[in-house]
């Protein structure tokens, strides 16, 4: 839930099949976050985790929301005890409201002679940090994002899948573009030779929102090439990478410029 463009609040549930047709009441459930590889056919289940799973439906002690590790994985044991039915699926809460910070930047990419005008791509980046209210292992799934706003309530805004996320890690979600940041690219010129090609790319992005806004610019140029020209120091992010970060105001049009050329031989 985004309280504002810089804080919100972070909510992890987890859905909780039972496919036996055997219902459990007052269950302890223990959650197992990695992805387990599973083989073809049958197999015999470790000595181990048959005990655990038992332990999990048998126990009558209801332990404390808590994370331990197995091996590779992350085991979250829920608060309460919950009763499940047989074929029944229940979602429970793993943890939260958490208060965490996030950035947002609109972002544009594109390669080479790519012409095209849209609505940029909104991007929410959240550091797993503890001085961001996590650092914690936060497991993988489907998020859903809401706007709140005193006047209108929770809003539904978008949804992303999210990886496993480690402790000092971060993560970036996409919840969908925004109609009023708008990018507009051209190419005006494009001259190749034999053994060269040069183009000359501008790239317009209009901000009609009432709120300045951050905008990231990517560009993928593949083999040999060189930038010159440019109207707008950028970041080299991997051979075939660069971004143009830049900041506009409410209601601001911003144009950049640069041209690339690649040679072979």
């Known amino acids: 839930k985004m309280l504002n463009?810089?804080?919100?609040?972070?909510?992890?549930?987890?859905?909780?099949?039972?496919?036996?047709?055997m219902g459990f009441e007052s269950a302890n459930l223990q959650l197992v976050e990695g992805h387990l590889n599973k083989a073809n056919g049958k197999r015999p289940r470790p000595e181990r985790m048959n005990r655990v799973a038992a332990m999990a439906v048998q126990s009558d002690a209801m332990p404390m929301m808590d994370k331990d590790e197995l091996g590779d994985y992350h085991i979250y044991s829920l608060n309460d005890a919950h009763d499940?039915?047989?074929?029944e699926n229940i979602t429970v809460r793993m943890y939260g409201p958490l208060d965490v910070g996030y950035t947002k930047k609109?972002?544009?990419?594109?390669?080479?002679?790519?012409?095209?005008?849209?609505?940029?791509?909104?991007?929410?980046?959240?550091?797993?940090?503890?001085?961001?209210g996590l650092g914690i292992s936060l497991p993988g799934g489907k998020v859903e994002m809401y706007s709140?706003?005193?006047?209108?309530?929770?809003?539904?805004?978008g949804a992303d899948n999210m990886g496993q996320v480690p402790k000092g890690q971060s993560t970036t979600l996409t919840s969908g573009r925004a109609f009023d940041v708008i990018g507009n690219r051209k190419v005006l010129n494009y001259d190749r030779?034999?053994?060269?090609?040069?183009?000359?790319?501008?790239?317009k992005v209009t901000n009609a929102r009432n709120e300045?806004?951050?905008?990231?610019?990517?560009?993928?140029?593949?083999?040999?090439?060189?930038?010159?020209?440019?109207?707008?120091?950028?970041?080299?992010?991997?051979?075939?990478?660069?971004?143009?970060?830049?900041?506009?105001?409410?209601?601001?049009?911003?144009?950049?410029?640069?041209t690339y050329r690649k040679e072979w031989k």
């Open 106 to 132: 609109y972002v544009f990419e594109n390669s080479e002679r790519r012409q095209k005008e849209e609505p940029l791509e909104v991007q929410l980046t959240m550091e797993n940090t503890e001085s961001n």
């Open 148 to 157: 709140f706003k005193q006047s209108s309530g929770l809003e539904y805004i």
């Open 193 to 203: 030779q034999r053994k060269s090609e040069e183009a000359v790319i501008e790239i």
């Open 5 to 21: 463009e810089e804080k919100g609040e972070l909510i992890a549930e987890a859905v909780v099949s039972n496919r036996s047709d």
């Open 84 to 87: 499940l039915g047989a074929k």
């Open 212 to 258: 300045n806004v951050n905008v990231l610019l990517v560009e993928h140029i593949n083999g040999d090439w060189i930038i010159k020209d440019e109207s707008l120091n950028y970041q080299k992010k991997d051979a075939s990478t660069i971004h143009f970060p830049l900041s506009l105001n409410a209601g601001e049009t911003k144009n950049v410029y640069y």
